[in-house]
T-cell receptor, first 111, second 107 residues
Framework: NAGVTQTPKFRILKIGQSMTLQCTQDMNHNYMYWYRQDPGMGLKLIYYSVGAGITDKGEVPNGYNVSRSTTEDFPLRLELAAPSQTSVYFC??????????FGQGTRLTVV | GIQVEQSPPDLILQEGANSTLRCNFSDSVNNLQWFHQNPWGQLINLFYIPSGTKQNGRLSATTVATERYSLLYISSSQTTDSGVYFCAASRGDNLFFGTGTRLTVIP
């Protein structure tokens, strides 16, 4: 039972490069989320989705894009990476906004 | 969104001691969770507790929804309890996090 799986676990990007962080869940949850965690801070919501084909902005969406074509997958796209996007990214899922389960995180460094 | 405040920000305990962590939230919620972030950065679900009291081994939690706070109790602390404890609350789509309590348990 894998739960929420994120790939990659670590990545170093150069300024201006783009990449996609992958997230997949096998719990048939309708809600999925992307958070970022800066050093010593709590988690801030980037984007979320309440079902396939539906996405919405969270607190800190600038510089990111998402899509939700299936229930299982919720990729996060970074366009034109900037040093301010250096962070740890967490994906999560829940059933209709109830108990949320998190992936193991992706540590991203932009240099 | 919901404002989530946690206290204390930092806590240092001798192994075997007990502690209480507090989470205040600014609005009515239908989801209140406690997480432990271990030294490797992994977020571990401790409790899903929008109201009432739950216990799991040495840990227990109480949420008083009408007064908008939740408490996490750690008894007989162990060095493996070290890390950051987060409270998160939601009343719909978004789950809002507090800034955490950093717990250090000394042998």
């Amino acid at each position: 039972n894998a739960g929420v799986t994120q790939t990659p676990k670590f990545r170093i990007l150069k300024i201006g490069q783009s990449m996609t962080l992958q997230c997949t869940q096998d719990m048939n949850h309708n809600y999925m989320y992307w958070y970022r965690q800066d050093p010593g801070m709590g988690l801030k919501l980037i984007y979320y989705s309440v079902g396939a084909g539906i996405t919405d902005k969270g607190e800190v969406p600038n510089g990111y894009n998402v899509s939700r074509s299936t229930t299982e997958d919720f990729p996060l796209r970074l366009e034109l990476a900037a040093p301010s996007q250096t962070s740890v990214y967490f994906c999560a899922s829940s059933y209709s906004g109830l108990e949320a389960f998190f992936g193991q995180g992706t540590r991203l460094t932009v240099v | 969104g919901i404002q989530v405040e946690q206290s204390p920000p930092d806590l240092i305990l001798q192994e075997g001691a007990n502690s209480t962590l507090r989470c205040n939230f600014s609005d009515s919620v239908n989801n209140l969770q406690w997480f432990h972030q271990n030294p490797w950065g992994q977020l571990i679900n401790l409790f899903y507790i929008p109201s009432g009291t739950k216990q799991n081994g040495r840990l227990s939690a109480t949420t008083v929804a009408t007064e908008r706070y939740s408490l996490l109790y750690i008894s007989s602390s162990q060095t493996t309890d070290s890390g950051v404890y987060f409270c998160a609350a939601s009343r719909g789509d978004n789950l809002f996090f507090g800034t955490g309590t950093r717990l250090t348990v000394i042998p």
